[in-house]
Nanobody, 126 residues
Framework: QVQLVESGGGSVQAGGSLRLSCAASGYTSTTYMAWFRQAPGKEREGVAGLSGGGGSTWYTDSVKGRFTISQDNAKTTLYLQMKSLKQEDSAMYYC????????????????????WGQGTQVTVSS
């Protein structure tokens, strides 16, 4: 059974940085993994994705150049380094795994992932 546990969220001023972590267990290390976020009253949106081998990444346009997705060598922890944070980045951030058998659609979609963590809150103030 796949388990995903996020950490690293918090409150930060605009322009600041945070690094989110997702401790993963019970999954195949070659699976595609991703970060999503959901702000109050909004749909959950894909933020960044990483292929199982780590050779391919995807970012939603609003975070390109500011966020970096990565994985440790043991492939047990997924990271999201966030820099130059903006108020609009405030949301609950979720780690996702267990992609569906069909080809992933871009932008990444919640429906294409079957395993989720509980989320970690990121709040960016002015």
């Amino acid at each position: 059974q796949v388990q995903l546990v996020e950490s690293g969220g918090g409150s930060v001023q605009a322009g600041g940085s945070l690094r989110l972590s997702c401790a993963a267990s019970g999954y195949t290390s070659t699976t595609y993994m991703a970060w999503f976020r959901q702000a109050p009253g909004k749909e959950r949106e894909g933020v960044a994705g990483l292929s199982g081998g780590g050779g391919s990444t995807w970012y939603t346009d609003s975070v390109k150049g500011r966020f970096t997705i990565s994985q440790d060598n043991a492939k047990t922890t997924l990271y999201l380094q966030m820099k130059s944070l903006k108020q609009e980045d405030s949301a609950m951030y979720y780690c996702a795994a267990c992609p569906s058998d069909r080809a992933l659609r871009l932008p990444l979609r919640k429906a294409d992932f079957g395993c989720w963590g509980q989320g970690t809150q990121v709040t960016v103030s002015s």
